[in-house]
């Protein structure tokens, strides 16, 4: 069974930094097509924070633009999220995504962490 946990979350204060760590059991992270941080405010949708493909082709979401790093550990079978420059708008719960392509149902299989709270205070 595949299951990911997400750790490194806290609180910090404006302009401080983070690493977010998501850490995969069951499956490989090499075997993963993608890697992803999600993150979801009160009250708001889930959105995209970075994505890391196979290759380490990277995708990054447009709220943290220019402040987070995404990166992943084969051997450790661990993704990476880097945050830097944080503001309180970045205050939410973080997911951790892990999804590979099932060629015989032809559909993806997510796999979701429980989430870290990051709070961005003073």
């Known amino acids: 069974q595949v299951q990911v946990v997400e750790s490194g979350g806290g609180w910090v204060q404006p302009g401080g930094s983070l690493r977010l760590s998501c850490t995969a059991s069951?499956?490989?992270?090499?075997?993963?097509?993608?890697m992803g941080w999600y993150r979801q405010a009160p009250g708001k949708g889930r959105d995209l924070v970075a994505l890391?493909?196979?290759?380490?082709?990277?995708n990054y979401g447009g709220s943290m633009t220019g402040r987070a790093t995404i990166s992943r550990d084969n051997g450790k079978n661990t993704a990476y999220l880097q945050m830097i420059g944080l503001k309180a708008d970045d205050t939410a719960v973080y997911y951790c995504?892990?999804?590979?392509?099932?060629?015989?149902?032809?559909?993806?299989?997510?796999?979701w962490g429980q989430g870290t709270q990051v709070t961005v205070s003073s």
């Open positions: 069951g499956e490989s992270i090499a075997n993963f097509d993608a």
């Open positions: 995504n892990a999804r590979h392509y099932n060629y015989d149902r032809s559909e993806w299989e997510d796999y």
């Open positions: 890391i493909g196979i290759g380490g082709r990277t």
